[in-house]
């Protein structure tokens, strides 16, 4: 059975930092892609970053220059660094494995969220 778990999600002030992990456990084959998304209060999921397996990068441009993406294939493990954190970040987090073949799984593996909030 495959799991998707954030961690690393907290309260920090304008300006702050924080750095997001997700690791993806069970019996995994590949997964293609690994990337976040992100839900404030009242509005839809939106794409935050995502990394593919041979590290093609894509970002919101409402983060680029501010949040980094990075992974470690062999661990099933995707980081989110953000940095010059805005009130306007504030969101649940939540972690995506795209593509995902297992044993006895396959598809796309959410995880349950991590708050993040943007707060002086």
């Known amino acids: 059975q495959v799991q998707v778990v954030e961690s690393g999600g907290g309260l920090v002030q304008p300006g702050g930092s924080l750095k997001l992990s997700c690791e993806a456990s069970?019996?995994?084959?590949?997964?293609?892609?690994m990337g976040w998304y992100r839900q404030a209060p009242g509005k839809q999921r939106e794409l935050v970053a995502t990394m593919s397996t041979d590290g093609t990068t894509t970002y919101a441009d409402s983060v680029k220059g501010r949040f980094t993406i990075s992974r470690e294939n062999a661990k099933n493990t995707v980081y989110l660094q953000m940095n010059s954190l805005k009130a306007e970040d504030t969101a649940v987090y939540y972690c995506?494995?795209?593509?995902?073949?297992?044993?006895?799984?396959?598809?796309?593996?959410w995880g349950q969220g991590t708050q993040v909030t943007v707060s002086s």
């Open positions: 069970g019996s995994i084959f590949t997964i293609s892609a």
């Open positions: 995506i494995a795209e593509g995902l073949i297992g044993t006895s799984s396959s598809g796309d593996y």
